[in-house]
């Protein structure tokens, strides 16, 4: 006949009825008794819900300016942008990069004239990053020649 080994809680080192197996993610190794679960469970989610309030805080400030926004005056950065998809800027700052991204479509590149209907891209081994003019288009690309 053999007799089961006696577990002990890991934490309190008393005899245990029921076991209760602690997550990975409390780095504990062995098996708890109820009430050192329970302490423990209590602690990791005080400690998770400091870390989302730490999180959102986060959350408020301008990715440009690191000032602290308002909820009702964030704002969400545009895709067209290029910036991170989870990033908000305010009010001033979300206007001067709107304004740098109509200058960039709307303009030409090279002189500053308004850019019409037809828009010319540059080719991407001349390395210019925005919109071009007929005019400039043709000189680039006949220096380029």
Do not use: L, M, V
């Given at each position: 006949m053999q007799f089961r080994k006696p577990?002990?809680?890991t934490l309190c080192n008393r005899d245990l009825k029921?076991?209760?197996k602690p997550d990975k993610s409390?780095?504990?190794s062995g098996y708890l008794c109820s009430d050192c679960h329970m302490k423990?469970?209590?602690e990791f989610f005080i400690?998770?819900?400091?870390?989302e309030e730490q999180l959102s805080k986060k959350q408020n400030k301008c990715f440009m300016c690191?000032?602290?926004i308002d909820e009702e005056k964030k704002k969400k950065a545009r895709w067209q942008w290029g910036l991170e998809s989870d990033v908000f800027l305010c009010e001033k700052c979300y206007d001067q990069k709107e304004l740098e991204y109509q200058t960039k479509v709307n303009f030409c590149v090279k002189c500053g004239k308004k850019i019409g209907f037809i828009r010319?891209?540059?080719k991407p081994q001349w390395k210019i990053d925005g919109q071009l003019c007929r005019k400039c288009w043709?000189?680039?690309k006949a220096s380029n020649n």
């Open positions: 577990q002990i809680c029921f076991k209760y409390w780095n504990i423990t469970a209590k400690k998770q819900q400091k870390e690191h000032k602290i010319y891209n540059p043709d000189t680039i």
